[in-house]
């Protein structure tokens, strides 16, 4: 078997067990507000030495040996990033993140690149892909996976923070959402009033109840 790609001595070796493919079955990501960092590739040598380069660096890791099988187990609602070999057995690394792209994901995924295939990674760059790695890789992959993570937890309280201001303007009933939409506009209540064929204090009621469930 050949040598991993990264050195091991670069990193301390973590205690693991490994499946019968020789992937890493390593620490329970602690639910989806926990970074998972996912790695896809064929080759055993190379999933490893990214497994024990990441989890050097305190991130849950979980790796997989094609995007098919990253696929069956995906979940949207995961907070982290994806390492993908460009070159797959079945759904090569652009299919995967069209795939992604077409299912509305923001999961940032970082590629691994041969000698020779950066045009093709350029072109995934534009596809949504958030960067690409020549092999072989170094340290400086962990600034990617830092910056790749930062990126998706950014986005997933900004989603959470949007689906909450989303519920809150659902949760207005009968006349809220007309005054609401009239005060944002700079409608004085006597206006409001005028506009809706109602009293002064019936806006004020509104009003009032709006600020309290927004």
């Known amino acids: 078997m050949d040598e991993p790609m990264f050195s091991r001595t670069a990193v301390q070796p973590m205690q693991f067990r490994t499946t019968s493919r020789g992937d890493a079955i390593l620490p329970d990501a602690g639910g989806k507000n926990q ?63 069209q795939e992604l792209v077409s299912r509305k994901s923001s999961l940032p995924m970082i590629l691994l690149t041969g000698y020779g295939e950066a045009r093709t990674a350029v072109q995934a760059l534009k596809l949504g892909a958030f960067d690409f790695i020549e092999k072989p890789f170094d340290m400086s992959l962990l600034d990617r996976v830092q910056g790749a993570v930062e990126y998706h937890e950014l986005l997933f309280r900004l989603n959470q923070q949007r689906t909450r201001e989303r519920q809150r303007v659902d949760s207005l009933t009968g006349r809220e959402p007309e005054v609401m939409d009239l005060v944002v506009e700079g409608r004085a ?12 204090k019936t806006v004020e009621v509104h009003w009032s109840r709006v600020m309290h469930k927004l």
């Open 189 to 200: 209540n006597k206006v409001i009033a005028w506009e809706l064929g109602v009293s002064e």
């Open 35 to 97: 970074p998972l960092v996912s790695i896809i590739d064929d080759d055993v040598p190379v999933r490893t030495s990214l497994a024990w380069l990441i989890e050097s660096a305190g991130r849950a890791v979980g790796t997989h040996a094609s995007a098919e099988e990253f696929l069956t187990g995906f979940d949207p609602e995961q907070v982290g990033c994806l390492i993908v070999d460009l070159r797959l057995p079945g759904m090569s690394g652009i299919a995967l993140l």
